[in-house]
């Protein structure tokens, strides 16, 4: 998001032309999808992966990833977010015959899968509470029961930017499963993720007429505008202290391209073609670019140590096809690649005790554009 990133374009698997390539949305744009937390976007797979024999998890020079095993399988299922204990995952998934991506949360072995959005509409971007049973989501649902239309490719490479998209609440240990509504306000509110300290909420909103980023109390107060650069901001995380926020951005910036983003946006749509990562103080205070490589980079997420990002990219791939997982220093310098998937590696995020990290992948898939969550003991 991108935790989708972060308008929450779930792992919807929309169909765009980008460059003669073909992506597959996941969550709202986080990266390409939808806003939400975007990085929901992922490529299309290749037919067979020559790097590895059929099974294999592991490809040829991830020395970072370890004992690699697979979550889930079959479908389309991204976005995967520790809960605080390190014992439970939320992520999105379209499977089973659903028509558009809903919220599950599994055990972090994989089991006790369960579904707990409404079944309705879209969704996007689940993040748990630090009580480990309530989940933050994104939904479109009370919009109406059937999931918003794909967007207009005719457009170009485009992400929907869904102004039914709310975000709400859920007691995952409720058996009603009764969602509860945490913002009000009119327009896109998606890619909501929670601060390690438990008392914060960063969010992605058309509210004020842009795509920015907003900050809340857990209880829903003190919400406060962080980003007010034109263009997308999206897919923010805190730092492990919860003193920083990483983000995504596209800030358009000639005449024309300023134009063409404004009128895009008036149909509820932006263009994620090159995204950069940012990250700022808490309050909004002190910006700083870290990527300029001029791709699509998304779904930034901090290291252990807060001293790295770790992201996924199109960079090494001159169609812009192939998405890896790389880290990077705070000040845009050490970066290294991690994976070599000839596909898609995306949504990466380390588990609260830093020894483990969850992503999906299109490694290992069994049909065309299946997408599904891996784990991985991390090696530094």
Excluded at 59 to 70: A, D, M, P, S, Y
Excluded at 148 to 155: E, K, M
């Amino acid at each position: 998001m991108t935790k989708t990133v972060r308008n929450s374009l779930q792992i919807a698997a929309l169909l765009a032309a980008v460059g003669g390539m073909e992506y597959y949305f996941f969550r709202a744009p986080d990266l390409f999808g939808t806003p939400a937390r975007a990085a929901t976007a992922q490529a299309k797979p290749a037919a067979a992966t020559p790097t590895a024999a059929p099974g294999d998890l592991h490809r040829e020079g991830e020395k970072h990833l370890k004992n690699i095993k697979q979550l889930s399988f079959g479908g389309e299922n991204a976005e995967a977010y520790w809960s605080f204990d390190g014992k439970q995952i939320s992520f999105q998934s379209t499977r089973n015959g659903l028509k558009a991506d809903q919220i599950f949360t599994m055990n972090a072995d994989g089991s006790n899968v369960k579904m707990v959005s409404t079944g309705k509409g879209r969704c996007t971007c689940a993040y748990f509470l630090k009580d480990g049973k309530t989940v933050l989501f994104a939904s479109t649902h009370l919009g109406g029961d059937e999931p918003p239309p794909p967007p207009d490719f005719s457009l170009g490479y485009v992400w929907a930017i869904y102004p039914t998209y709310d975000i709400f609440m859920v007691d995952t240990t409720d058996p009603k499963l009764t969602p509860k509504r945490f913002t009000t306000k009119k327009g896109y509110d998606a890619e909501a993720t929670v601060s390690p300290d438990g008392k914060k909420i960063i969010f992605t909103s058309t509210r004020n007429g842009d795509l920015d980023l907003y900050t809340v109390d857990i209880n829903g107060d003190n919400v406060k505008q962080v980003t007010d650069e034109l263009g997308y901001d999206g897919g923010a995380f805190f730092s492990p202290d919860s003193k920083m926020i990483c983000y995504r951005a596209g800030h358009p910036e000639t005449e024309a391209d300023k134009k063409a983003y404004r009128e895009l946006l008036a149909k509820d749509l932006v263009k994620p073609s090159k995204m950069e990562l940012f990250i700022m103080n808490a309050d909004g205070s002190n910006k700083r670019q870290v990527t300029h490589n001029g791709a699509a980079n998304f779904c930034p997420f901090f290291t252990p140590d807060g001293k790295k990002l770790i992201f996924s990219s199109n960079q090494d791939d001159p169609k812009g096809r192939n998405f890896e997982l790389y880290t990077i220093n705070l000040d845009g310098t050490g970066q290294e690649r991690l994976t070599f998937e000839d596909t898609f590696d995306g949504f990466p995020m380390f588990s609260p005790d830093g020894k483990k990290l969850v992503w999906a992948s299109n490694r290992n898939a069994k049909v065309r554009g299946e997408t599904n969550l891996f784990l991985a003991d991390w090696a530094p």
